[in-house]
Every structure is written in structure tokens, then in C-alpha cells.
């Protein structure tokens, strides 16, 4: 198993350029999740998946969108980049929603100049 | 709103110097507490899981133990190699998870 793979590693934009993040796993997970990791905040949620075709949004949505056509796949979408989206964006998958602990891919870091 | 701290923000060992790092939760109804390691440019890496005051589980040097407002994470006789962050992670009655900032440890040779 691959795990959670993520793509790019390393992106930079400028401020108005749109790109999507990509995210698949091999684990036939049910819940995938997006996080963004910001020095001195920790890691934040952005929008989940429970299942395929269904999303929902975190604690940080605004300037993302997502979907989940496939169990496997769940790319987070940047509309319009700004300078504030500058981070560390991690994905993550776990059995289901409830109880179980989520696997982390190896993060895209972000610059938007 | 469900919070998580962890404490202390930094701390520095000596080889062999056991210690703990702590995480307090406010979370409701609790459906699992997490300790996660990661090292610098990489994704957190999953060590455990507790579900219910009393739990605890080990692996190597690393114990982590729950009660109803706190999570411990005790490291005895760390080693350099144990040198990295450490986050904990609060899934409330809502299924989201919930992070603390993380404690960043550094063990001396």
C-alpha cells in the first residue's frame, strides 16, 4: 500500500492563479479530510469527506472547494489564490468517521506571492 | 466549542531523562483522543489512540495515558532519535477532529 500520496510537494503561485491539490489513498478509507499547518495554529480543518459525493466543511473553508467522486480521490481546489493561503496543506484518511485514527500524506507546501 | 492544549510549547531532555508532555481537552462527548508524531517536512505519523478514562497504551519508550480532562504522553529514557513534534488530537460527538499546537521535543546526546 502507497498510503496517502499527495501532489505537488511544492507549489508557488501568485496572488489570483488557481491550482488543485491532489490526494488519493489506497486504503479503501471511507473519510478523507484536508488540513492546513500554520506556525503557531496548529492543524486547522478545512473540508471532510465521509463518503463518496459527500463533503462538508471544516473550520477554515473559505477560498477552498472539494470533491469526492471516487472513494480514492479528493482534491481541494484553490479559487483564487491570496497571500493568507500560504501554508503546509496535509490530507488524511481513516476507516470511517468515527472512531478511528486518520493517515496522514506527506503535505504540499503552498506559497502565494 | 472543543479545544485542545498541550503543554509545555518546548522541552529539551537529556538522553535518558525520562519526562511527560501533557494535553488537556475540552471536547464533547469524547469518541477519541490521538497522539501523533512528526518531524520537520513531513505528515503526522499516528502512534495512538484512547477512548476511555483509565486506557493506556505503549510502544517502545512512549506511554500514553488518558483520564477525563488530560491526555500524558510519558517518554522514559528518550533517545536523540525521539527528538521531534508532538501533537495530540481530540475527535468529539461531532466526528471532527480537534489538534492541539503540538509540543516540540529535543532530546541532547
Known amino acids: 500500500n502507497a498510503g496517502v500520496t499527495q501532489t505537488p510537494k511544492f507549489q508557488v503561485l501568485k496572488t489570483g492563479q488557481s491550482m488543485t491539490l491532489q490526494c488519493a489513498q489506497d486504503?479503501?478509507?471511507?473519510?478523507m479530510s484536508w488540513y492546513r499547518q500554520d506556525p503557531g495554529m496548529g492543524l486547522r480543518l478545512i473540508h471532510y469527506s465521509v463518503g463518496a459525493g459527500i463533503t462538508d466543511q471544516g473550520e477554515v473553508p473559505n477560498g477552498y472547494n472539494v470533491s469526492r467522486s471516487t472513494t480514492e480521490d479528493f482534491p481541494l481546489r484553490l479559487l483564487s489564490a491570496a497571500p493568507s493561503q500560504t501554508s503546509v496543506y496535509f490530507c488524511?484518511?481513516?476507516?470511517?468517521?468515527?472512531?478511528?485514527?486518520?493517515?496522514f500524506g506527506p503535505g504540499t507546501r503552498l506559497t502565494v506571492t | 466549542e472543543d479545544q485542545v492544549t498541550q503543554s509545555p510549547e518546548a522541552l529539551r531532555l537529556q538522553e535518558g531523562e525520562s519526562s511527560s508532555l501533557n494535553c488537556s481537552y475540552t471536547v464533547s462527548g469524547l469518541r477519541g483522543l490521538f497522539w501523533y508524531r512528526q518531524d520537520p517536512g513531513k505528515g503526522p505519523e499516528f502512534l495512538f489512540t484512547?477512548?476511555?478514562a483509565g486506557e493506556e497504551k505503549e510502544k517502545e519508550r512512549l506511554k500514553a495515558t488518558l483520564t477525563k480532562k488530560e491526555s500524558f504522553l510519558h517518554i522514559t529514557a528518550p533517545k536523540p532519535e525521539d527528538s521531534a513534534t508532538y501533537l495530540c488530537a481530540a475527535r468529539g460527538s461531532n466526528y471532527k477532529l480537534t489538534f492541539g499546537k503540538g509540543t516540540l521535543l529535543t532530546v541532547n546526546p
Open positions: 484512547l477512548y476511555s
Open positions: 488524511a484518511s481513516s476507516y470511517s468517521a468515527d472512531t478511528y485514527e486518520q493517515y
Open positions: 486504503m479503501n478509507h471511507e473519510y
